[in-house]
Structure formats: structure tokens, C-alpha cells
């Protein structure tokens, strides 16, 4: 007997299958943010040189007087707190356009995932490793509702402390300290409750990410197109004679928990709308002031009954892709 | 005797065609089987079949699994090159051997990485940038790095230049292959690997019509070589085949006594797509 690799175990074995997805999919997941953050960060660039441009044209001099820094000055503690609370959403703001991003790579990640190498043929070689079908389907809800979703983060939270910098170095052309300033914003806070995010979008994108795979490996073709237009030509029948009226619910119901909730629960947020629904309503805190992504926000999602029926679902929906992920044999 | 693949009663139905219809063989450990068929056989299912690739019929043992049941188990002693180019194109030759190395228990790491110092493929370079023949090379340095007892090959070198192809056949039994292995090869190209095989086995409408051992084919099947002036004598012993070659008349024999043959004309072993094409005639009619 020759001497062989080391036997792989189960959880190295499912780092390399994630891994084996960012390489696949290196473009939607690392590119994509990237490049959104980067677009983000020279919109701002083009905002502050515009807004430079327009105050000197018409002789605005803001600062120069060192009216703005007599305005810091005079600031007590509960004014400075609101300052690092804009400083924090300015933060924020550079997340969001990134999670919009998100959203559409998850979403035709999911799509894709057990379609295009049955399409591509490439199954054939990946089913001629020792790989459970459970490791690879796993591997790939893995990838899209952890992976994905975490180097999101990291690349917003690196926007956002960049665009934080370019507007403190601004203000300090106009005599604002710029660190004092910069004190005032919370970047660690932010990035805890971004990262402390991720279970919940796990959790609450599981019933759309389950439905998309079952989907991708599913459909012989167009993948896309079985997906959306089942769920809305439902949603259709059941408008038109008026189904959900036996079980005293309004046809918006089917849309919104069934449509809506089944397609695009992978874009980040949605768990919000459980929270609101179910009376627990955004409460904006002066005193801790506009920290709507703290995690006691962002959890209370836990105790809805809409993320754990969703979660039951999204278990379902993933054995089911497993099950044709075995057994799909067009290739 | 040790069965690496034992079939028996195997079937397989799609919609109102048999792809297999109540098929039974048995492939000894050591062997090089080519299976060997007409479009739309059964070939492929066949392979699928013993691969796990797809449900079925019957009873069917691969070194003792199931395919059906133990797939995963399976396929640490198995492997398989489905036809050229399945290898994805965003894979680097680098993160290929990485991802096996990593993934199969029976992975050579070293053996992979000398076949690989033979070819041109260069590390980074990806699967997209290559031509087929390159494609083929890699997978089969990934393949032959694999101590597995079973390989399976459907039309491995399909769309391959001659020269790719004679070194893919070379490559694996220099490198490869030894009695404890077993491979089974289809392709269309037989006469490139009849000098290899061990076993024959072909296969018409899903089912199996000739399973033999290339000694034992020579046995029983003659070719015979006469003139016009003794064809009729020929024609008498019912050959199963015939055809004019400048003149002279080549008769296929089976089961016909050699000595019997041999008084007629001059006699020899029929070429494996000779006895295919006589044993396939009115396939596609």
C-alpha cells in the first residue's frame, strides 16, 4: 500500500467544498461589493469636490471663520453623541448600497448553484469525488447565506471607515478636529452589529435560499424562470378566485408571506418586516441614539413565529434540492 | 475468482425505451473491459448504472455496494472520466489538485504532481485556457494520481488528435493500470484499444449480444481470406459476415472449426470492428 493523503474528515472536507464556491464564484462575491464600494466611495469623492467647487464659486466659506469649530465647541455631550450617531449611519450608508448587491448574488448564486454545472456538465466530475450530495448542497447554503453575507461586511465596514475618513479630512480643511471628530463614531459597535446580523439573515433567508436551489436542481432549464414564475402564477390563480378568502385572509397575504417571502428573503433587512409585524415596532432611542441595527433589534426577528416557520420550510425545500441533486440524471 | 462488478437482471426504462433490458455480467478484478455499442446502446446508462449515477432495476454490486445505497463509499474506490471537457472552466490546475488532494483519501498528491511536470499545464493556469487534449491531461493526472480500484472511462478521448489519444491509452498502462485495477473503456475509436483490452463486450439495444475474453474472441471467431473460384465452398459453412476486398472474398466465421478454415484459405483473427460491424448489421436500418 502507498502512502496516502491523511484522511479528510467531514468538516475539512466542507471548507474545501465552500472554498471550491469562492473560487467558482469569486466575481458575485468578493468583485461585486468591492467594486459597489468602491463606486459608492467616488460618488461621495464627486459629492464633496462638487459641494467644494459650489462654496467657493459663491464665496461660502464655511469654517474659515472657524464658525464651525465654534459650533463643535459649543456642543455639550448629548449633541456630540448625535454627531457620532450621523457619523454611524454615514457608515451605514455605504452597507446599504452593498446589500442590495448582496442581494441579487445570493439570489442568482442560489439560482445557479445546482444548475449550471448539470448544464455545463461539470457535475460529472464533481460526482466522480467521494462528496456526499448533502456536502455539496450544504456547501453551497453555506456559502451563500454565511460566505457571502460576511465578506459583504468586511468590504462595507472598509467602504464605510473610507468614506468616514474623506469626509473628517474635508471638515479638517475647514478647521474641524478631524479625530475628534472620527471619536465620536462607533466603528466597532457597527461592525459587531453587522457581523451579529448574520445568524438572523441565515435563519430568515433559508426558506428563499431552499427554494432557489430546489429550483437549480430541479429545472432542466431555465432555472430563473421556474422559480419566479411558479410562486406569481400562483399568486395569480389564487388573486383571481379569490382562494385565500376560505382560509379569511386576504390575497396580500399570499404575496407577502408566500411570494415575497419565498424569492427574495435573501436581500438582507427582510427580517425587519417580522418585527413590525408582530408589534415589535422600531424604536429609535434618543439616548442611544439612531442604533436601528443593534442586535436587540435586529434579533428580536427570533422570537417571530415567520422566521421559524421559514426556517422549517427552507429545511424542507434544501432536503428536496438534495434529493434531486442525487437523483437528477441529464447530464 | 474476484467480481469487481457483478450485474444481474439489470434494467433500466426510459419512458417506453429499454436502455437495459434484464442484463447480466460479471467483471473480474484485473481486467480491461471495453464495452462496445452502437449510438444509444445502453453504454452510457450502463456505466451510469455502476456508477450511481442513475436508478435502476435489478441487482447490481460494485466490490460489494450497492451504487444506489453506498454512492459515497463507492466512490473512494472508483473513478470516473465521463467524456472529454467536465472539468469546470474556472478550475486553476493549482486549485484542482489542491481541492482533490483535500477531498479524496486516495489521493497521491506527488504522483499527480510528476505526471503533471510532463505536460505543459502550468499551475495557474485555468481549465478555459486550455485545449481539449490539455483537458483530458489534467484530468487524467488527477484520475491516475487516485488509488482506486475501479475506473471507468466513457469516450475519454473524444475529439482528441491521434496524438493525444495514443498517449492517454499509454499513460494509463504504463502508469496505472496493474492486476489489482480494473478499467472499463467505451469509445467508438476500437481500434485503438483492442490491443489493450482484456475483455469485450458488446452491447445492442440494451442488450448484452457478445461478452468474451480476447483470447477466447480469437477462438471463436475466424476471418477468412479466398478467391472468387472458392467462395461458394465458403458460403457453405455460413459465415456470419463477407466482404470483397479486391477480389478476394473475407468471410466471418463463428464457431466454425479452424482446420476446416484453414483448408479453404488463408485465416486469421478478425479485428474488433469487423466482428462489431458484422454483429451490428441492421442496427440502424
Known amino acids: 500500500m502507498k502512502t496516502l493523503a ?201 426558506p428563499s435560499a431552499g427554494w432557489l436551489l430546489l429550483c437549480s436542481a430541479w429545472a432542466r432549464s431555465k432555472p430563473f424562470l421556474w422559480a419566479v414564475a411558479l410562486p406569481v402564477a400562483t399568486g395569480l390563480l389564487i388573486t383571481w378566485f379569490g382562494i385565500m378568502g376560505l382560509f379569511n385572509l386576504p390575497s396580500t397575504w399570499f404575496w407577502k408571506e408566500i411570494v415575497l417571502r419565498g424569492l427574495f428573503s435573501v436581500f438582507p433587512g427582510g427580517s425587519f418586516t417580522a418585527n413590525t409585524g408582530s408589534g415589535h415596532a422600531l424604536v429609535i432611542n434618543d439616548g442611544d441614539g439612531l442604533d436601528v441595527m443593534n442586535l436587540g433589534q435586529s434579533w428580536a426577528a427570533m422570537t417571530t413565529a415567520n422566521l421559524w416557520i421559514g426556517v422549517a420550510i427552507g429545511i424542507g425545500l434544501i432536503v428536496g434540492a438534495i434529493w434531486f441533486r442525487r437523483w437528477r440524471d441529464d447530464s | 475468482m474476484n467480481a469487481v462488478v457483478t450485474a444481474s437482471g439489470l434494467s433500466k426504462h426510459y419512458k417506453n425505451t429499454a436502455a437495459l433490458d434484464n442484463v447480466s455480467f460479471t467483471i473480474p478484478s484485473g481486467r480491461i473491459v471495453g464495452l462496445i455499442g452502437p449510438n444509444g446502446a445502453g453504454k452510457t446508462t450502463a456505466l451510469k448504472a455502476i456508477l450511481g449515477l442513475t436508478p435502476f432495476d435489478g441487482q447490481l454490486s460494485v466490490m460489494g455496494m450497492d451504487p444506489r445505497t453506498d454512492r459515497n463509499k463507492l466512490m473512494e474506490q472508483v473513478c470516473f472520466i465521463a467524456d472529454v471537457a467536465v472539468l469546470p472552466r474556472w478550475l486553476k490546475v493549482r486549485d484542482a489538485v489542491d481541492f482533490v488532494a483535500h477531498i479524496h483519501p486516495r489521493f497521491d498528491r506527488a504522483k499527480c504532481e510528476a505526471l503533471l511536470k510532463r505536460t505543459k499545464l502550468t499551475p495557474d493556469q485555468r481549465v478555459k485556457q486550455m485545449s481539449k487534449g490539455m483537458i483530458v491531461q489534467l484530468h487524467l493526472a488527477l484520475v491516475m494520481a487516485i488509488d482506486a480500484r475501479l475506473l471507468v472511462l466513457d469516450e475519454p478521448t473524444l475529439g482528441l488528435d491521434i496524438l493525444y489519444r495514443k498517449q492517454f491509452y499509454q499513460n494509463l498502462l504504463e502508469d496505472y493500470f496493474d492486476e489489482d485495477k480494473t478499467i472499463i473503456v467505451t469509445t467508438h475509436q476500437v481500434e485503438e484499444i483492442e490491443h489493450i483490452l482484456t475483455d469485450l463486450m458488446f452491447i445492442r439495444d440494451g442488450k448484452i449480444v457478445l461478452n468474451t475474453e480476447m483470447e477466447a474472441m480469437g477462438e471463436r471467431f475466424i476471418e477468412l481470406m479466398v478467391g472468387a473460384d472458392r467462395a461458394d465452398a465458403a458460403r457453405a459453412l455460413r459465415p456470419i459476415d463477407e466482404r470483397t476486398v479486391f477480389g478476394k472474398s473475407i468471410f466471418l466465421f463463428d464457431g466454425v472449426e479452424r482446420a476446416r478454415l484453414e483448408a479453404l484459405g488463408e485465416t486469421r483473427r478478425p479485428s474488433v470492428s469487423d466482428l462489431f460491424v458484422a454483429t451490428m448489421k441492421g442496427t440502424y436500418a
Open chain 1, 6 to 206: 491523511p484522511k479528510s474528515s467531514s468538516l475539512t472536507n466542507m471548507y474545501w467544498l465552500v472554498k471550491r464556491e469562492f473560487w467558482e464564484n469569486r466575481g458575485g462575491f468578493l468583485w461585486a461589493p468591492v467594486i459597489t464600494g468602491g463606486v459608492f466611495l467616488l460618488l461621495n469623492l464627486m459629492g464633496i469636490i462638487t459641494a467644494e467647487v459650489l462654496g467657493a464659486r459663491h464665496g461660502i466659506h464655511f469654517g474659515a471663520s472657524g464658525e464651525l469649530s465654534n459650533v463643535m465647541s459649543r456642543m455639550d455631550a448629548g449633541d456630540m453623541s448625535k454627531v457620532g450617531m450621523v457619523l454611524d449611519v454615514a457608515m451605514y450608508s455605504s452597507m446599504a448600497l452593498i446589500t442590495v448587491v448582496l442581494g441579487f448574488v445570493v439570489f442568482f448564486y442560489c439560482l445557479g448553484a445546482l444548475y449550471d454545472d448539470r448544464r455545463d456538465r461539470s457535475i460529472l466530475f464533481w460526482k466522480s469525488l467521494p462528496i456526499s450530495d448533502t456536502g455539496t448542497v450544504l456547501s453551497k447554503v453555506l456559502s451563500a447565506t454565511v460566505l457571502a453575507p460576511a465578506i459583504a461586511v468586511v468590504v462595507g465596514l472598509v467602504a464605510g471607515m473610507a468614506q468616514l475618513l474623506m469626509v473628517a479630512i474635508t471638515l479638517s480643511f475647514h478647521g474641524v478636529n478631524v479625530w475628534q471628530l472620527l471619536m465620536q463614531a462607533h466603528p466597532f459597535r457597527v461592525m459587531g452589529n453587522l457581523l451579529g446580523y448574520i445568524p438572523v439573515y441565515v435563519l430568515w433567508a433559508l
